[in-house]
């Protein structure tokens, strides 16, 4: 039998995963067996929580989180707020009225005390805000519907409301692509501006959907560290490890060659986070390779194999790595 990665990283990491209500049903003993934590795919997204205005949905989320408590496994809260995955309803005036930013922020405080609240003591760590950085921005944060409806104080509010609703979560910021230079120093200036205002953030989400060329694990280290000397914890939110470069659809090699290099990152990522006591758990966006999200849009020629498992479940080059790294 396949020994347990979570196991292996116990005491050190929380290793998690993303499901959904199919996976945890199809593949439940593999979920159980290898990992600490889960976060939902989309379960906890607004549009599925909160569909139309005042009519929450809880029932996909919460088989997930008792699917995790007969387990023993943690539960990551994903996510509040996004310009994705939210219906327009939250952004619209009423009778035609232009939207007004006292009504967007009550459906707002609405929105996240119902979600918080439903799972309090129970998800540990919400990650309150996702995606909200635009390093092209003059103020650093991308000009969507929360921010042209309530201005750049969106963000302070969204972590207040999490806060109140439960005030033992933990509340992260949720960002990709953060080792990217100027990434990466707008959302150092967005924390700084939350932290000076007394704003109750925990940590920095690194979604890490990586590719087997890029970037560095040196880049990685350094970003790791950025956010650790702000008093930050670090996640891993989302990690997988693509065979292609992003949107390009050719094969740069063999794909045993690919996985073999694949593997090799992965174990030199995690033997990094060993010099890291900030960072706190490492998810993975995905169980097998059957079910990513990076094969989902994507065209027939095009299959992508991210995950520590194969489409039969087995264990990968990947997830030797992984396990050996511990
Ligand atoms: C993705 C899911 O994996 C897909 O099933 C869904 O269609 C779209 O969202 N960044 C995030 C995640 O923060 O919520 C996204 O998840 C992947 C990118």
Same mark, same amino acid.
């Given at each position: 039998p396949t020994p347990s990665l979570a196991k292996a990283w116990q005491g050190q990491l929380l290793i998690g995963a993303a499901v959904d209500e199919k996976n945890i049903k199809s593949q439940g003993e593999l979920i159980a067996n290898q990992f600490s934590s889960v976060v939902a795919e989309n379960a906890m997204k607004p549009m599925a929580t909160?569909?139309?205005?005042? =009519? $929450?949905?809880f029932e996909a989320a919460d088989a997930i989180v008792r699917f995790a408590q007969s387990h023993d496994m943690a539960i990551r809260g994903?996510?509040?707020? %996004?310009?994705?995955?939210?219906?327009d309803w939250m952004w619209q005036g009423r009778n035609g009225q232009p939207a007004d930013r006292n009504l967007v922020l009550a459906r707002l405080k609405r929105h996240i005390e119902t979600e918080v609240g439903h799972y309090k003591g129970q998800v540990?760590? %919400?990650?309150?805000? &996702? =995606?909200?950085?635009? =390093?092209?921005q003059a103020d650093c944060l991308r000009n969507d519907k929360w921010h042209q409806v309530v201005g750049p104080d969106y963000v302070d509010e969204a972590f207040r409301y999490a806060h109140a609703a439960d005030p033992a979560a933990r509340l992260f910021i949720n960002e990709y692509s953060t080792t990217e230079p100027a990434k990466q120093r707008c959302l150092i200036r967005v924390v700084q501006g939350l932290q000076a205002r007394g704003v109750p953030i925990n940590g920095i989400g690194h979604q890490m959907h990586i590719s087997v060329f890029y970037p560095r694990v040196e880049e990685i280290d350094q970003t790791l560290t950025a956010f650790a000397r702000l008093g930050l914890e670090n996640q891993i939110t989302e990690i997988d490890m693509s065979?292609?470069? %992003?949107?390009? &659809?050719?094969?740069?090699?063999?794909r045993e060659n690919l996985l073999a290099l694949q593997a090799r990152r992965y174990g030199d990522i995690m033997r990094m986070i060993h010099n890291h006591p900030d960072v706190t758990a490492v998810t993975w966006w995905g169980v097998t390779d059957a079910s990513t999200w990076l094969n989902q849009d994507a065209p027939a020629d095009h299959h992508d194999?991210?995950?520590? $498992?194969?489409?039969?479940?087995q264990p990968k080059g990947a997830f030797w790595a992984v396990f050996n790294a511990a």
């Open positions: 909160e569909p139309r205005e005042g =009519e $929450f949905h994903h996510t509040l707020l %996004w310009h994705l995955h939210t219906p540990y760590v %919400w990650d309150v805000v &996702n =995606e909200i950085i635009d =390093e092209k065979l292609y470069k %992003w949107k390009d &659809n050719r094969l740069y090699d063999t194999q991210p995950l520590l $498992f194969d489409a039969q479940g």
